[in-house]
């Protein structure tokens, strides 16, 4: 039976609880610095536009010795690349993958942040078949770090790419490729799983879209309202097109023997420009794809499949890199121009978000409207959990100041006296006292917003409970 008491909610040792809880579930947003370009800053300067934009995680490459100076001291985690054309070197030669760490490692770390290193870079799609490499070079690389005592402060993984799946629809079906499982992508996994590391995810909404604008909605591309879509395997519902990959990768991994391995998005972004038949490139929209998962991952909550785990997400990318080969969308994902001014505005830190609760402006500087044009209901999110609804539930209907009274025993919504049906109602009260603010139906992964009244869980022969659709 679902109860609760208003002298508890009072407390602070549940306010506390609730705060830790939801606290932990916010990401970090990084960004990627790529120097396929002849007209980029010196990396000094690269430092001191970083932080002035807050930015606090970076990824690069290679271990560019300059790139590597300039960050020391800055107080800015790194990771770090071993480029493809040194893996079969590191995998060969444990003399190799020594000296390699000791002159691009150790020489560097600790004044230069480096957490983690990337061993290749998407090598599953690598043209000169440097697969069977792979985790060979990074358990050559991983005894080198233990022989500097670094192997416990720096992580070690490599990013793969979306083509690795063979299925990723819908995400409960997610599987790799069957011809890569065996040979690299089950060893990956156990390595990773043995070392305590997470496997580097490199996830383009962009692609997926501008090759299937007719089927994929551009709302649910972006991040903004919009029914969702429903995964037929298990009823979770997908508010964002970028959420569905990654789970769609958790099931692949699941399938194989490694539900446990974290994941991190190294890479993902939109470009600002494109050819004509990129469908979807352009500034707004690249706007509102950063600027919109910027606000998703800083204020908490994980995907449907891991509520509780936050998203940790590397924008690509920080620059517009002109010498970089293949569409005009490639030379053009930057955040900033090489004179590092904004391509266009978009807040990046927690602080920019306390003073811009709107979606992300345009380079015009024009305001896109947070509130959705109709009805929309928050509900809760059964995966979640028990313990994550119960904590969601008495802060709505405490702290939050939600409504909770219809659902007090012998009100008119107190059937079915479930804690998914209390929490949906309290959920929802939230939501549109809060006018259906951006991300005020989330409570770290335990709500998502639906845009049909969710008075059927109600109507088991309870009679009919309305929801509210504003106060």
């Not at 444990?94 to 957490?115: C, G, L, M, R």
């Not at 990723?168 to 997610?174: I, L, N, T, V, W």
């Not at 997400?313 to 001014?341: C, H, I, M, W």
Request: with cysteine; charged share 15%; proline share 6%.
């Amino acid at each position: 039976m679902t109860t609760f008491t208003f002298l508890v909610l009072a407390s602070l040792q549940l306010l506390s609880f609730f705060s830790v809880a939801f606290a932990a579930e916010k990401g970090n947003i990084g960004i990627n610095y790529g120097r396929i370009a002849n007209n980029l800053p010196a990396p000094t300067k690269v430092v001191e536009l970083l932080k002035s934009q807050g930015i606090t995680n970076v990824k690069l490459y290679d271990t560019d010795a300059a790139v590597l100076t300039a960050l020391a001291d800055s107080n800015i985690s790194v990771i770090v690349c071993l480029p493809n054309e040194l893996l079969s070197s590191a995998a060969k030669e444990q003399s190799f993958a020594d000296k390699w760490v000791q002159a691009n490692i150790s020489h560097y770390y600790p004044k230069t942040q480096i957490e983690a290193i990337a061993v290749g870079n998407e090598v599953l799609d690598d043209k000169n078949n440097t697969t069977d490499f792979l985790v060979p070079a990074m358990k050559n690389i991983h005894a080198s770090l233990k022989k500097y005592n670094l192997d416990s402060s720096i992580k070690l993984s490599s990013p793969i790419s979306l083509t690795a799946l063979q299925s990723s629809y819908p995400p409960s079906a997610g599987s790799f490729k069957p011809d890569l499982v065996q040979p690299v992508i089950k060893p990956l996994l156990d390595f990773l799983q043995q070392t305590r590391s997470y496997l580097m995810v490199n996830a383009y909404p962009f692609f997926a879209y501008a090759d299937n604008s007719d089927d994929i909605s551009l709302d649910y591309a972006m991040f903004k309202q919009n029914p969702g879509n429903v995964d037929s395997g298990n009823g979770l519902r997908y508010m964002s097109l970028l959420e569905a990959q990654l789970d769609a990768v958790v099931s692949a991994m699941s399938a194989i023997g490694n539900k446990d391995v974290k994941m991190v998005v190294t890479e993902t972004g939109w470009p600002s420009n494109g050819d004509e038949n990129e469908v979807g490139a352009g500034k707004e929209n690249a706007a509102a794809y950063n600027g919109n998962l910027v606000r998703r991952v800083l204020t908490g909550g994980g995907t449907p499949l891991k509520p509780q785990e936050p998203l940790n997400v590397y924008l690509f990318a920080l620059f517009n890199e002109n010498q970089k080969p293949g569409p005009t969308s490639e030379r053009n994902y930057g955040l900033f121009y090489p004179d590092q001014t904004k391509v266009y505005e978009i807040p990046l830190t927690a602080a920019e978000l306390s003073k811009d609760q709107s979606t992300p402006v345009n380079e015009s500087k024009t305001q896109v409207p947070t509130q959705p044009s109709g009805n929309t209901w928050c509900v809760a999110n059964a995966n979640a959990g028990e313990e994550k609804l119960q904590a969601a539930l008495d802060y709505a209907c405490g702290e939050g100041g939600a409504d909770c009274s219809p659902i007090t025993d012998g009100s008119t919504c107190f059937y079915p006296n479930t804690l998914e049906a209390h929490a949906s109602y309290a959920f929802n009260s939230y939501y549109q006292k809060k006018a259906r603010g951006t991300e005020t139906c989330n409570f770290g992964g335990a709500a998502y917003v639906v845009s049909q009244p969710p008075r059927l869980i109600f109507d088991a022969g309870y009679g009919t409970c309305e929801f509210p659709t504003g106060y």
